[in-house]
């Protein structure tokens, strides 16, 4: 099975500030990856498709990025409501979809 | 407008099986490409895929949980329904249903853009 390694597992930032999460795949999974954030009691949203697809009505001061890998979630210029929860997701060991273990962003 | 929602018990006891059903709309199960699948998410842990249903009636699980796990869908009446069978204090967890769109067709492969819409989750405790 594809293991999907995160990091950090935590991240302190300040409003306006410019933040990347990694994801690792034990892998090559192509460009099939997804980036998700969640906030409490709440389910995660998808932000980024295809490893650097902007979803639909997400701001654009999010971006990802990478290919085979090794990918990236940028977030920049933070805005409050961005703190949360982030992670990723790997589907292209179809039927094995695989999520990474976290990074919750926490204001400094 | 897509939605998704869950519904199923909120409890049940070690070795019972659980049932849970996702209703949606805004999109039909029968238009190609198209999934609904769930994912679990134990309480402060991260999610975990357990299974999806295309439009084809093609299912797939994950690999970990298969024996377990069966799902099926009602395209009339626009219902996912997940069953998993003998169910242990450890699969205590929020379990959600979601949408999968396809975002590319190529040489006869669908690619997918995530999972695009989720229901708000349903909170499952398993104890006797």
């Known amino acids: 099975a594809i293991q999907m390694t995160q990091s950090p597992s935590s991240l302190s930032a300040s409003v306006g500030d410019r933040v990347t999460i990694t994801c690792r795949a034990s892998?090559?999974?192509?460009?099939?990856l997804s980036w998700y954030q969640q906030k409490p009691g709440k389910a995660p949203k998808l932000l980024i498709f295809?490893?650097?697809s902007l979803e639909t009505g997400v701001p654009s001061r999010f971006s990802g990025g990478g290919f085979g890998t090794s990918f990236t979630l940028t977030i920049s210029n933070l805005q409050p409501e961005d703190f949360a929860t982030y992670y990723c997701?790997?589907?292209?060991?179809?039927?094995?979809?695989?999520f990474g273990q976290g990074t919750r962003l926490e204001i400094k | 407008q897509i939605t998704l929602k869950e519904s199923g018990p909120a409890l049940v006891k070690p070795t019972q099986t659980l049932t849970l059903t996702c209703s949606f709309s805004?999109?039909?199960?029968?238009?190609?490409?198209?999934?609904v699948g769930w994912v679990r998410q134990p309480p402060g842990k991260a999610p975990e895929w357990l299974a999806v249903?295309?439009?084809?009636?093609?299912?797939r699980y994950s690999p970990s949980l298969k024996n377990r796990l069966t799902v099926t869908k009602d395209t009339s009446r626009k219902k996912v329904v997940l069953r998993m069978t003998n169910m242990d204090p450890v699969d205590t967890a929020t379990y959600y249903c979601?949408?999968?769109?396809?975002?590319?067709?190529?040489?006869?492969?669908?690619?997918?853009?995530?999972?695009?819409?989720w229901g708000q989750g349903v909170q499952v405790t398993v104890s006797s």
């Open positions: 979601a949408h999968r769109r396809p975002y590319d067709y190529v040489w006869g492969t669908y690619h997918y853009a995530g999972f695009d819409s």
């Open positions: 805004g999109f039909s199960l029968t238009t190609s490409g198209v999934g």
């Open positions: 249903i295309y439009w084809n009636d093609d299912k």
């Open positions: 892998q090559d999974i192509s460009d099939d």
């Open positions: 295809a490893a650097s």
């Open positions: 997701l790997q589907d292209y060991n179809h039927p094995s979809m695989t």
